[in-house]
């Protein structure tokens, strides 16, 4: 599963650049979710059908605007559509409404948002010709349980231990199911993905502004210090700071990387790397 381009843009600058609060708290939310659609990922795997095929991340265009979806999984007789939260703080569900217990304040409707989003995905998958059902699911997969439900939702959620359980019941439905055509798993597959769109294509982010200002040259990459000239030799780095080595050529083509996610939205070239990394680096 591929780290979204914004993720990664606000990795790379934050090791260059101090954010304010607030991109940092989004950068910390964004690791959380990622963390969480990682985790979700790995216990699909263990039990997903030879066949089946998962999808994550996925980005459509619609009237509305983009629509972002965590997960579909592709199967011969359904489509699942998964909405997976990494909820940290221990929260409940009660009147209707999500609320963090420690500190009162409301989260925004997860199951509202999950009725949305199907129904806005069942015209993009009628317009590729998928004419199974549609299921869509909550997954909390955080260890620890934190979400306690004062009301009965148990058909719209998955916790972590409930997601093999789920899948095999599912499984083992299909295999005696005769209702639908099954699908060509492969073909809508590969429509899916063809209809999603960039996550990066058409997107400016507000934290551009910072990158002028951030620190420049190649810096250490387990504590973020800037390299030296003096702690750089022929065929490594190793960084005063904490001890930290690094092949010199790994480490100017990491840099290289980062100074393509930093601009983004320019064609790189080896006069913007020189400047960036400095002649001493190189």
């Given at each position: 599963?591929?780290?979204?381009?914004?993720?990664?843009?606000?990795?790379?600058?934050?090791?260059?650049?101090?954010?304010?609060?607030?991109?940092?708290?989004?950068?910390?939310?964004?690791?959380?979710?990622f963390?969480?659609?990682?985790?979700?990922?790995?216990?699909?795997?263990?039990?997903?059908?030879?066949?089946?095929?998962?999808?994550?991340?996925?980005?459509?265009?619609?009237?509305?605007?983009?629509?972002?979806?965590?997960?579909?999984?592709?199967?011969?007789?359904?489509?699942?559509?998964?909405?997976?939260?990494?909820?940290?703080?221990?929260?409940?569900?009660?009147?209707?409404?999500?609320?963090?217990?420690?500190?009162?304040y409301?989260?925004?409707?997860?199951?509202?948002?999950?009725?949305?989003q199907?129904e806005?995905?069942?015209?993009?998958?009628?317009?590729?010709?998928?004419?199974?059902?549609?299921?869509?699911?909550?997954?909390?997969?955080?260890?620890?349980?934190t979400?306690?439900?004062?009301?009965?939702?148990?058909?719209h959620y998955l916790?972590?231990?409930?997601i093999?359980?789920?899948l095999?019941?599912?499984?083992?439905?299909?295999?005696?199911?005769?209702?639908?055509?099954?699908?060509?798993?492969?073909?809508?597959?590969?429509?899916?993905?063809?209809?999603?769109?960039?996550?990066?294509?058409?997107?400016?982010?507000?934290?551009q502004?910072?990158?002028?200002?951030?620190?420049?040259?190649?810096?250490?990459?387990?504590?973020?210090?800037?390299?030296?000239?003096?702690?750089?030799?022929?065929?490594?780095?190793?960084?005063?700071?904490?001890?930290?080595?690094?092949?010199?050529e790994?480490?100017?083509?990491?840099?290289?990387?980062?100074?393509?996610?930093?601009?983004?939205d320019?064609?790189?070239?080896?006069?913007?790397?020189?400047?960036?990394?400095?002649?001493?680096?190189?």
């Open positions: 599963m591929d780290k979204p381009f914004y993720l990664e843009f606000l990795e790379t600058l934050s090791a260059r650049y101090q954010l304010p609060d607030p991109s940092r708290t989004k950068l910390w939310a964004m690791q959380t979710g963390k969480g659609q990682k985790d979700f990922e790995a216990v699909v795997q263990e039990v997903l059908p030879h066949g089946w095929r998962i999808l994550h991340d996925l980005n459509f265009d619609h009237s509305i605007g983009k629509i972002q979806i965590d997960a579909l999984l592709v199967s011969p007789h359904g489509i699942y559509h998964f909405e997976v939260k990494n909820l940290v703080a221990e929260c409940e569900y009660r009147d209707g409404e999500f609320y963090n217990l420690a500190k009162g409301k989260y925004q409707n997860y199951f509202a948002q999950m009725k949305r199907n806005l995905l069942m015209p993009i998958l009628e317009s590729l010709g998928v004419d199974v059902p549609l299921v869509s699911r909550l997954v909390f997969i955080n260890e620890e349980d979400v306690v439900f004062h009301e009965n939702m148990q058909d916790k972590r231990w409930q093999k359980p789920f095999r019941r599912v499984a083992q439905q299909q295999a005696r199911s005769t209702h639908y055509r099954p699908l060509n798993v492969d073909q809508v597959t590969l429509a899916l993905i063809d209809k999603s769109v960039a996550e990066f294509a058409q997107d400016t982010y507000e934290e502004v910072f990158v002028q200002d951030a620190r420049r040259g190649i810096i250490c990459p387990h504590c973020q210090a800037s390299i030296k000239s003096s702690e750089i030799n022929r065929f490594a780095i190793e960084c005063s700071r904490c001890g930290g080595y690094e092949a010199k790994r480490a100017i083509l990491r840099t290289i990387c980062e100074i393509g996610l930093l601009h983004y320019q064609a790189l070239n080896s006069t913007m790397v020189c400047e960036f990394i400095g002649v001493e680096g190189l």
